[in-house]
């Protein structure tokens, strides 16, 4: 009888976590939403594809909507992933011009991609990172020069190439007055930094499935930042590109015929939202990493595909604590369950697996803890392990309690423990 009810309220707690999980922890009003979607476009050089460019300046222009392009100042030559000694080609007077003229329409915003965009080292995808101090300021200072010259407009927003960079970068940003850093959710940032930060959440073709996801928060400034090249386009890249110029084109008049969608430049995004801090990044930061312990299925896209102003932070730790609690309650009752049948049979069997289930635990914890980078497959192989440990210890003293074993089992027992 006492068995029974001990099953009946493992099972009662499961169903309600079960439903807590399920349900989720965000409000689904709606009242007030403003998802602003923010568009980046990357790798304006010398070298890159003049014709596209206009075509995209040009589709933003009809829709009366603002663009950030990332210029790259000084391009390598050759292959930008060899690292290798190269030379360098700056921007030409005459995509100067196309960048002038544009600004002077409110088309876009101009920000500074890098110095080179040239690899600086085989091992990691970086311009930036590892690099010391004084040179990562020289780069930037440089490059920032060229292009306020050539634009005659102050240049105030960062973009990282392969958004990489380290607190070096951050450091020598704010020493040369630039004041915004678009880069991605895995970068460093400080609560006492004076920068704002607003990094990508996705591509083209991921857009619209990001604007519907976000229609579900009620946060009063969601932001989508889509981060695209020229070689998303079919056009300059028949094999890897994904969207054409006219799917673009569809898109952007999608945007504006929905009333709850508002489309900005990062420097115009920056105006109009002033907690774009280094605070709100850190929050949004780990809200990502929160959600990457979680399968697909229970992420909330939308906390992957949307940077959000307002402090969601404790609603998602909260349903990971839920899901790997449900995974840990299953793996005790399975394992205790389990122990009750096998137990009673040889006390060699409860020492192997005794013993066995703690090794086990303690080596998969050490595996998935050396390095601080958890993942999910690593998170819930460790609550299995944990759970399956805790339930053989419950077993045995359920058994013990019981007197399912013998006098001398017990005594055996009792020496392991």
């Given at each position: 009888?006492k068995?029974?009810?001990f099953?009946?309220?493992?099972?009662l707690?499961?169903?309600?976590?079960?439903?807590?999980?399920?349900?989720?922890?965000?409000?689904?009003?709606?009242e007030?939403?403003r998802?602003?979607?923010?568009?980046?476009?990357?790798?304006?050089?010398?070298?890159?594809?003049?014709?596209?460019e206009?075509?995209?300046?040009?589709a933003?222009?009809?829709?009366?909507?603002?663009?950030?392009?990332?210029?790259?100042?000084?391009?390598?030559?050759?292959d930008v992933?060899?690292?290798s000694?190269?030379?360098?080609?700056p921007?030409?007077?005459?995509?100067?011009?196309?960048?002038?003229?544009?600004?002077?329409?409110?088309?876009i915003?101009?920000a500074?991609?890098g110095y080179?965009?040239?690899?600086i080292?085989v091992?990691?995808?970086?311009?930036?990172s590892g690099?010391?101090?004084q040179?990562?300021?020289?780069?930037?200072?440089?490059?920032?020069?060229?292009?306020e010259?050539?634009?005659?407009?102050?240049v105030?927003?960062?973009?990282?190439?392969?958004n990489?960079?380290?607190?070096n970068?951050?450091r020598?940003?704010?020493?040369?007055?630039?004041?915004?850093?678009?880069?991605?959710l895995?970068g460093?940032?400080?609560?006492t930094?004076?920068?704002?930060?607003?990094?990508?959440?996705?591509?083209?073709?991921q857009?619209?499935k990001?604007?519907e996801?976000s229609?579900?928060?009620s946060?009063?400034?969601?932001?989508?930042?889509?981060?695209?090249?020229?070689y998303?386009?079919?056009?300059?890249?028949?094999?890897?590109g994904?969207?054409?110029?006219?799917?673009?084109?569809?898109l952007?008049?999608w945007l504006?015929?929905?009333?709850?969608?508002r489309l900005l430049?990062?420097?115009?995004?920056?105006?109009v939202?002033?907690?774009?801090?280094?605070?709100?990044?850190?929050?949004?930061?780990?809200?990502?990493?929160?959600?990457?312990?979680?399968p697909?299925?229970?992420?909330?896209?939308?906390?992957?595909?949307?940077y959000?102003?307002t402090?969601?932070?404790?609603p998602?730790?909260f349903?990971v604590v839920?899901?790997?609690?449900?995974?840990?309650?299953?793996?005790?009752a399975?394992?205790?369950?389990m122990?009750?049948?096998?137990?009673?049979?040889?006390?060699?069997?409860?020492?192997?697996i005794?013993?066995?289930?703690?090794?086990?635990?303690?080596?998969i914890?050490l595996?998935?803890?050396?390095?601080?980078?958890?993942?999910?497959?690593?998170?819930?192989?460790?609550?299995?392990?944990?759970?399956?440990?805790?339930?053989?210890?419950?077993?045995?003293?359920y058994?013990?309690?019981?007197k399912?074993?013998?006098?001398?089992?017990?005594?055996?027992?009792?020496?392991?423990?």
């Amino acid at each position: 009888m006492k068995s029974n009810i001990f099953y009946h309220k493992i099972l009662l707690i499961l169903i309600f976590v079960c439903v807590v999980l399920f349900k989720g922890c965000d409000s689904k009003s709606v009242e007030e939403r403003r998802i602003n979607v923010v568009f980046r476009f990357d790798d304006f050089c010398a070298f890159s594809s003049t014709d596209i460019e206009l075509r995209i300046i040009d589709a933003f222009r009809k829709n009366k909507a603002s663009i950030t392009f990332g210029v790259i100042p000084y391009i390598c030559t050759g292959d930008v992933n060899d690292p290798s000694p190269r030379d360098v080609v700056p921007l030409t007077s005459m995509k100067g011009d196309i960048l002038k003229n544009a600004i002077r329409d409110s088309i876009i915003d101009v920000a500074l991609h890098g110095y080179s965009h040239q690899r600086i080292q085989v091992e990691d995808t970086t311009e930036f990172s590892g690099l010391a101090y004084q040179q990562q300021k020289e780069r930037i200072a440089k490059g920032k020069k060229l292009l306020e010259d050539m634009i005659d407009a102050p240049v105030t927003i960062f973009v990282p190439p392969w958004n990489s960079y380290d607190s070096n970068t951050l450091r020598a940003l704010e020493a040369l007055g630039l004041s915004t850093l678009s880069a991605g959710l895995k970068g460093e940032a400080k609560l006492t930094s004076g920068l704002n930060f607003l990094p990508t959440t996705c591509g083209l073709t991921q857009l619209r499935k990001a604007v519907e996801i976000s229609r579900n928060f009620s946060d009063p400034n969601l932001f989508i930042v889509v981060l695209f090249h020229e070689y998303d386009f079919k056009e300059v890249n028949e094999k890897h590109g994904n969207v054409t110029y006219q799917e673009l084109c569809n898109l952007l008049e999608w945007l504006i015929s929905q009333e709850d969608v508002r489309l900005l430049s990062i420097g115009q995004a920056i105006k109009v939202v002033n907690k774009l801090n280094a605070g709100c990044y850190l929050l949004n930061k780990h809200i990502y990493s929160l959600n990457h312990l979680l399968p697909i299925f229970l992420q909330k896209k939308a906390n992957i595909m949307v940077y959000r102003e307002t402090d969601v932070l404790l609603p998602v730790f909260f349903k990971v604590v839920v899901f790997y609690f449900l995974i840990m309650m299953i793996s005790i009752a399975v394992s205790f369950m389990m122990g009750r049948l096998v137990f009673p049979k040889s006390v060699f069997i409860m020492r192997v697996i005794t013993y066995g289930s703690m090794i086990l635990a303690a080596i998969i914890l050490l595996i998935t803890f050396h390095n601080m980078e958890v993942y999910l497959k690593g998170m819930v192989f460790s609550t299995v392990a944990v759970g399956i440990s805790i339930g053989v210890f419950i077993s045995f003293q359920y058994l013990r309690k019981q007197k399912f074993l013998d006098n001398n089992s017990v005594k055996e027992i009792n020496k392991i423990r």
